[in-house]
């Protein structure tokens, strides 16, 4: 056994490596993360916080629309063909430039629909600026990082980044008036530091060249994973939006507390994700076991739920070290213990399509996703029940979702074929 195992560490000695920093960036970064979140969430009022962390989810929906996807491309030719970064880079930056009328004019109206008589326009605006633009900007120098295989670097980035809101955090928390409107300032600036610093000090040395019918050739490509992207946290964020609507501010804070704590335990399960990413646009055969996928899923739902479980732990033992209004969200935590594991592996489905090629698929199955959670979530909202109750049924809706992801994915799975990069 000590053999087989030796062995398999040897033959993956670079994955493990690239996991293995990884992994330290996200240690780095949940410890600063935590920070944060114990900064913002006991600074702002709890009904504030739901209506930032819900106009934060919608940023983070629109983001996925920059350059109409390109970022896909980018980040298969920064895996495969690095020879030809500068010119997808071009194409990226071509694709923003493309992409901003449509981003505003969905922003102008999801703040319409949903923000209009709750949260004032600029303060959305500095919000959506922040998530789309800057903390976009430097998520896709990260991935160009991985893509390049300097996991060092983008997982430094990625802690120097969220150090910066870390900061803005503390500031705001020492030196403001505790309000929603001055919070969007300090995360403005700091999300845009975040970007000119990933941009210079991060992004490779490239020299731009525009070739239009390279990019053509990807478009299809593009704007399907674009498409797969919105919906996929359309179906991951969507909750906060529903919760605000259905419950008001003050619910969507307590809801946004508790979402955000299950966050935290996910950082090292999506580091695995980015790395079995890379691993199976080389190597998709390795799907083709039955026994691998149910060792892939195990341990994405052992470690999701791990994290989950010495969470609660922790605030049970000290319901109070991460601030008052946490403290109002504590005690339920232990109620969503299942909800990480099926999260995390709903997305490690759309990330096995991803990496098999299989994105107008994944557009499909995350549309379907997105609108089973959506009547899911209203109807057990719509109970009017206690919050233990309705925080209880969560683990139920969630499950649903994960058995619908994981009958459409593998059937979609069924005969892998390497697919031309």
Not at 184 to 204: E, K, Q, T
Request: charged residues 10%; positive net charge.
């Amino acid at each position: 056994m000590i053999v087989r195992l030796r062995h398999l560490a040897s033959a993956n000695a670079a994955i493990i490596r690239a996991y293995l920093s990884m992994v330290g960036g996200s240690a780095g970064r949940l410890v600063i993360s935590l920070v944060y979140f114990i900064a913002i969430a006991n600074t702002l009022s709890i009904s504030e916080f739901g209506l930032f962390a819900t106009a934060s989810a919608c940023g983070i929906m629109l983001s996925r629309l920059l350059a109409f996807g390109f970022v896909s491309p980018l980040y298969r030719i920064a895996t495969v063909k690095t020879r030809l970064l500068g010119v997808y880079t071009a194409g990226f930056l071509g694709g923003v430039v493309l992409s901003a009328p449509v981003i505003a004019l969905a922003a102008w109206a999801t703040h319409a629909l949903i923000f209009s008589d709750q949260m004032q326009l600029v303060s959305f605006a500095k919000i959506i600026v922040a998530e789309v633009l800057c903390w976009r900007i430097m998520e896709i120098v990260v991935i160009v990082s991985y893509g390049t295989n300097r996991f060092g670097s983008g997982s430094l980035l990625v802690v120097v980044a969220t150090a910066l809101k870390t900061v803005a955090a503390v500031l705001f928390a020492w030196l403001s008036d505790a309000t929603l409107a001055s919070w969007g300032w300090y995360y403005l600036a700091a999300n845009g530091l975040a970007a000119v610093i990933a941009i210079l000090f991060f992004y490779p040395r490239v020299r731009l060249r525009w070739k239009l019918a390279l990019y053509t050739r990807r478009w299809v490509d593009a704007v399907s994973v674009a498409g797969a992207e919105v919906l996929f946290y359309v179906q991951s964020e969507l909750d906060k939006v529903l919760v605000l609507s259905l419950g008001g501010p003050e619910t969507a804070g307590i809801y946004a507390i508790i979402m955000r704590l299950v966050d935290l335990t996910a950082l090292p399960v999506r580091a695995f994700l980015t790395v079995l990413t890379q691993k199976l646009m080389r190597a998709s055969a390795m799907l083709n076991s039955l026994k691998n996928r149910i060792l892939l899923e195990g341990v994405v739902a052992a470690v999701s739920t791990a994290g989950l479980l010495g969470m609660a732990g922790f605030l049970w033992l000290f319901p109070n070290a991460l601030g008052k209004n946490v403290a109002v969200a504590a005690p339920l935590l232990i109620f969503v213990a299942l909800v990480p594991a099926f999260r995390n592996l709903i997305e490690y489905h759309s990330e096995l399509l991803y990496a098999t090629g299989r994105t107008v698929v994944r557009m499909m199955i995350l549309a379907s996703l997105a609108v089973m959670k959506a009547l899911l979530l209203a109807y057990v909202l719509g109970l009017h029940t206690d919050v233990v109750i309705w925080v209880e049924l969560l683990n139920a809706a969630f499950l649903v979702l994960y058995l619908q992801s994981a009958l459409m994915t593998y059937r979609a799975l069924r005969s892998i074929k390497k697919r031309p990069i």
